[in-house]
Antibody, heavy 127, light 105 residues
Framework: QVQVVQSGAEVKKPGASVRVSCKAAAYTFTGYPMHWVRQAPGQGLEWMGWINPKNGDTNFAQKFQGRLTMSRDTSTSTAYMEVSGLRSDDTAVYYC????????????????????WGQGTLVTVSS | DIQLTQSPSFLSASIGDRVTITCRASQDIGTSLAWYQQNPGKAPKLLIYAASTVQSGVPSRFSGSGSGTEFTLTISSLQPEDFATYFCQQLNSYRFGGGTRVDNK
């Protein structure tokens, strides 16, 4: 069945970078955008951005512009998310999520929602 | 930016109760809304998309309604596995609501 499996927990010092991977299984990796969402301890969900695995196009939330990179390796069906210049408030669980779509006839547009999520990767930023 | 406000933030209920959670958008978003359930230490799970379409495999006690700026998630008869936190999400900007935690009374 469809799975997205993330890499393991990371501990980083302030100012460092972290890269989290997300490996897709049992579906066509290039057929679905991959989104990234994070959740600070005890807090809500924060959308970070997405990558189109087919062509590598990306779109990031304004908050993360300049610090966030997303890439993919189609040969291994793996998406990557890298955050640079880590701060203590970047401590969070980071999730990848596959995006499926439906057609909205009212707006004549395709709307994406997150149907399969990775298990999460805890990134701890501490000196 | 479109803001989503969920209410209540916390809800105490018993097995068998009918539970309703509200999500209000700061401007008209049509039916571009999803609902997710999250258990502690777990990833969110998709329940509803397009405001009222139940995801395959989700029990029929879950339903969603609304359009424009006001949306509801209803659990018709609360089951033990439903004690969790619920989030709405606007599907244009992908912003999430603040969450509603459902606890056992």
């Amino acid at each position: 069945q469809v799975q997205v499996v993330q890499s393991g927990a990371e501990v980083k010092k302030p100012g460092a970078s972290v890269r989290v991977s997300c490996k897709a299984a049992a579906y066509t990796f290039t057929g679905y955008p991959m989104h990234w969402v994070r959740q600070a301890p005890g807090q809500g969900l924060e959308w970070m951005g997405w990558i189109n695995p087919k062509n590598g196009d990306t779109n990031f939330a304004q908050k993360f512009q300049g610090r966030l990179t997303m890439s993919r390796d189609t040969s291994t069906s793996t998406a990557y998310m890298e955050v640079s210049g880590l701060r203590s408030d970047d401590t969070a669980v980071y999730y990848c999520a596959r995006a499926e779509y439906y057609y909205d006839g009212t707006t004549n547009s395709y709307i994406y929602y997150f149907d399969y999520w990775g298990q999460g990767t805890l990134v701890t930023v501490s000196s | 930016d479109i803001q989503l406000t969920q209410s209540p933030s916390f809800l105490s209920a018993s097995i068998g109760d009918r539970v309703t959670i509200t999500c209000r958008a700061s401007q008209d978003i049509g039916t571009s809304l999803a609902w997710y359930q999250q258990n502690p230490g777990k990833a969110p799970k998709l329940l509803i998309y397009a405001a009222s379409t139940v995801q395959s495999g989700v029990p029929s006690r879950f339903s969603g309604s609304g359009s424009g700026t006001e949306f509801t998630l209803t659990i018709s008869s609360l089951q033990p596995e439903d004690f969790a936190t619920y989030f709405c999400q606007q599907l244009n900007s992908y912003r999430f609501g603040g969450g509603t935690r459902v606890d056992n009374k």
